[in-house]
């Protein structure tokens, strides 16, 4: 193959079509000869004087049915009210959650404030690139995690987690958890407590956004400003690019909770200016919430810094005497497909509270226990975490199936302990439970009424914990 050859390939690509009369673009899917040599006319001037020769990306599209063709900036879109960096290179249906309208709405309002320079800033506490989005106000309305930059993603801006990972990676990182999907544990944990009612994780879940403020490697910045570069020069081509021109980044994207503090804040106050009874009888309440939460997710990261109390003991305008609230943040490092065994615990941090030596109160047995005891729900659950789970290119049936059977351990030892009236502490003292499908019914659907289950008890336990 010459030289000349090489550069010319058969690709699929996407005609652009104007119909002036209906104000509407079709695309229109051909097989068509693309010529990728580099002419002299692709030269552009950068601002520094210096020539250099570039190509817009050719996109590979998915394809497209001839009988439905894609109709961009067609009326019905409202497409003129949708933020520009989502045109073409981020999927305009990922951000939307026709379930959830107020989410979307969020969600389409970072998307406009980044679109306006109003760009997401990094929470410089925590071992991970998290970000602070704001509103087009600038007030913070949420804090999306990108993937990428987890703590062991290829772009996490700490570079001491890296080397963590790369000097001593047996004594570091969580071996029980499937690495880099933290996202998903984020919105996972948000789905558990939408489901269960139990209203104390900030609403999360999964979306995709860009903003020149996250980290990205040099090459696709130097791609961004090579599209700049031909959005000054030839506007038209330019329009097919983001307005960014940098990747999208996935990631989860929590709604951002005000007026809360660090638990620590708030548990070392109460010690020496405990909260009135009625208080402190709410605050168990919620407590109790998150330990059921913790438990079924069998979260490895609940230290008193990774959830958040809000508390006012004075009375507000509803006429009711202060409140007090939990909001569980920080859920990435849930969902293990095994227990923890041989080398850390990871305990629930709570369990040292005085709160964690109560029984599980009335309140809490009634809203959970008939909703863990139907095996239905239980499916349903899983099945939704399967949809969850399953968008991550790295998805792997095996580990889903392994985590499914640790949080069906749980959910039968919560059981227990509900049914028996017993406290978190002897709830986590309970021996740890895998629950799995029997072997031999092999078939590929999710679920099935003759599915049976056998559980089988964790026997290594840890033999040394730092936490
Ligand atoms: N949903 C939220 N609402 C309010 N503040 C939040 C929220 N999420 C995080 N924060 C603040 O940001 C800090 C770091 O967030 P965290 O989720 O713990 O990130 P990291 O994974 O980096 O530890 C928290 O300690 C808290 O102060
Ligand atoms: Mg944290």
């Not at 899983?382 to 959910?411: A, E, N, T």
């Not at 072997?439 to 008890?457: H, V």
Request: aromatic content about 10%; charged content about 20%.
């Amino acid at each position: 193959m010459s030289d000349s050859e090489q550069r010319q390939l058969h690709v699929p690509y996407r005609e652009y079509n104007s119909h002036n009369s209906t104000n509407s673009v079709t695309l229109i899917e051909t097989d068509a000869l693309v010529d990728l040599s580099v002419t002299p006319s692709n030269n552009v001037s950068l601002s520094n004087g210096d020539s250099v020769a570039v190509l817009p990306e050719v996109e590979f599209a998915p394809t497209l049915s001839i009988d439905q063709p894609l109709i961009i900036d067609s009326p019905a879109m409202d497409r003129e009210n949708q933020p520009l960096l989502g045109r073409l290179e981020l999927d305009v249906t990922f951000n939307r959650f026709p379930d959830d309208p107020q989410f979307s709405d969020l969600v389409w309002q970072a998307e406009c404030a980044i679109d306006n320079g109003i760009n997401p800033q990094r929470i410089y506490q925590g071992s991970s690139g998290s970000y602070f989005i704001k509103n087009l106000t600038g007030k913070i309305i949420g804090v999306f995690k990108p993937k990428d930059e987890e703590p062991y993603g290829r772009l996490n801006p700490k570079w001491t987690k890296w080397m963590h990972k790369l000097c001593c990676p047996c004594c570091f990182g969580r071996s029980c958890l499937i690495p880099n999907q933290g996202y998903l544990s984020e919105a996972g944990a948000s789905l558990v407590d939408r489901k269960l009612g139990l209203g104390v994780v900030p609403n999360t879940r999964v979306i995709k956004l860009v903003s020149k403020t996250f980290n990205y490697v040099r090459i696709d910045r130097e791609k961004a400003r090579m599209k700049q570069a031909i959005l000054d020069q030839f506007p038209a081509v330019a329009s097919h690019f983001n307005r960014i021109g940098l990747p999208p980044k996935i990631g989860s994207f929590q709604l951002f909770v005000d007026g809360y503090k660090d638990a620590d804040y708030w548990l070392r106050r109460w010690e020496s200016d405990p909260p009135p009874p009625h208080l402190a009888n709410q605050f168990q309440l919620q407590f109790e919430r998150l330990v059921v939460l913790d438990y079924i997710i069998r979260n490895t990261d609940r230290g008193n810094d990774n959830w958040l109390i809000k508390y006012s003991s004075n009375s507000n305008k509803n006429g009711t005497e202060g409140e007090v609230k939990i909001a569980a943040i920080d859920n990435g490092l849930a969902f293990p497909f095994k227990h923890p065994d041989s080398w850390r615990a990871y305990p629930y941090h709570w369990a040292w509270l005085s709160q964690a030596k109560l029984p599980f109160s009335e309140s809490t047995r009634e809203l959970v226990l008939p909703q863990l005891s139907d095996q239905n729900f239980v499916q349903d659950l899983c099945d939704d975490l399967y949809q969850l789970f399953k968008q991550d290119k790295g998805f792997d049936r095996h580990h889903y199936d392994k985590q499914m059977s640790v949080m069906r351990g749980q959910i039968l030892n919560l059981q227990q302990a509900l049914k028996d009236t017993k406290s978190p502490v002897q709830l986590v003292q309970m021996p740890a439970v895998i629950v799995e499908k029997a072997k031999g019914n092999g078939a590929p659907r999710l679920f099935s009424f003759s599915d049976t289950f056998t559980q089988r008890f964790q026997n290594k336990s840890p033999f040394f914990s730092w936490c």
